[in-house]
């Protein structure tokens, strides 16, 4: 068996920085990029794609990519039965990244991404013989609406959920907890693009509220002023997921999160309007936005009062550092979002990065 990597949600911005990360390193890993796709040209195609949104000239490491069909929604993943064999004979470490980040998705819908999806991830990785590692990437919001410090060796409450995406995925890690594998659980808070090159391929999540604010579309922001925002850069993310990839002695759960250096809703507000040149919003109550107004499904986060103990995280890598404060990368991912036009114009990373590096 070789030490091959088998990667779901490759196509996804966490999925391909962890990617680009593993490609970077000398002698790095083969990597089954499963993908959604009718054959193995379309496969191919999309794999392409990935390349295209990281470089702009690809490095000969590329090669190391293996596309394969699959759906996490299919029995067995879809997997051909020719795919499967080869999967199952040349993995050494799965990295299932693969979720539906939907916040209003139905219940039934989301457990079938979120849930059975990890099971039939898990299935594959039983037959993997001599199988190192299975690090699943969760969310650090399946404590739902606890408050105060949530621990990475503490369990979530399994209750209080803000929506289906926090249920399912916290009823994910369940399966994985059940599952007979040597595993690692890792939660992202809220990713954000690199730091410093403010690189992403996705707007969302918190780049909604920060693209209305540059347009100007927010006069009043229901949310509590003292409200915890923890945001995380991407690349972070990755070098803890590659870290748990390959500790020998990992274990349990690990939270790649801001953690003591998250800020406040008022800290991220007056960062926003400062590097945007707009005077900052309202704030309202938490709770008085319509269902339909397109901020809705957010508003939760602008009310949450948990912080997220890292560090175990941080004694992942070699510096235990962590992240540097979102205050300090937060100009750039502003940017990176007005320069591309919120991502109509996109960069790829490499070029974000050159744009961003010392002269």
């Known amino acids: 068996m070789s030490d091959a ?13 962890l990617i680009a990360q593993l490609l970077e390193r000398d002698e790095g890993p083969d990597i089954f990029v499963a993908v959604r796709a009718g054959d193995a ?25 293996r596309p394969v069909r699959a759906e996490l929604t299919a029995p067995e993943l879809g997997l051909d039965a020719a795919d499967r064999r080869e999967v199952i004979a040349a993995t050494g470490r799965v990295v299932h990244c693969a979720a539906s980040v939907e916040f209003t998705l139905p ?12 099971r039939r991830v898990l299935e594959l990785a039983h037959e993997m013989d001599g199988l190192e590692r299975f690090v699943h990437v969760s969310t650090a919001y399946v404590c739902g609406r606890l408050t105060g410090v949530f621990e990475e060796d503490q369990d979530p409450p399994g209750e209080g959920f803000r929506n289906t995406y926090e249920q399912t995925k916290w009823e994910g890690e369940q399966a994985i907890a059940e599952a007979d594998l040597p595993h690692v659980i890792v939660r992202p808070s809220v990713v954000a693009g690199e730091d410093p090159s403010g690189w992403t391929s996705t707007f969302n999540v918190i780049y909604a509220p920060l693209q209305a604010f540059a347009r100007g579309l927010f006069t009043e922001v229901p949310a509590d002023p003292e409200g915890i925002i923890d945001i995380v850069p991407v690349d972070y993310v990755a070098e803890v997921i590659e870290a748990a990839l390959y500790e020998p002695e990992a274990t349990g ?26 005077e900052p919003p309202e704030l309202s109550p938490p709770g008085t936005l319509a269902d339909n107004h397109p901020a809705a499904v957010f508003e939760p ?3 949450v009062h948990s912080r997220f103990g890292d560090r175990r995280a941080r004694g992942l890598l070699p510096d235990g550092a962590g992240p540097r404060s979102p205050e300090d990368y937060m100009p750039a991912l502003i940017d990176y979002g007005v320069q591309t036009r919120w991502g ?16």
């Open 5 to 17: 990597v088998f990667l779901t949600g490759g196509t996804g911005l966490l999925g391909m920085e």
């Open 41 to 65: 040209d379309e496969a191919q195609e999309r794999v392409t794609t990935l390349l295209a949104q990281l470089y702009d000239d690809p490095p000969a490491s590329a090669s190391r990519l």
């Open 107 to 118: 219940l039934p819908e989301a457990r079938e991404i979120n849930v059975e999806g990890v």
């Open 253 to 278: 759960a690990f939270h790649a999160v801001a953690g003591e250096r998250a800020m406040t809703v008022t800290e991220l507000i007056e960062h926003a309007c400062s590097a945007l040149g707009r």
């Open 301 to 303: 986060y602008f009310d």
């Open 344 to 359: 109509k114009q996109p960069l790829s990373r490499q070029a974000a990065r050159a744009r961003t590096a010392p002269q």
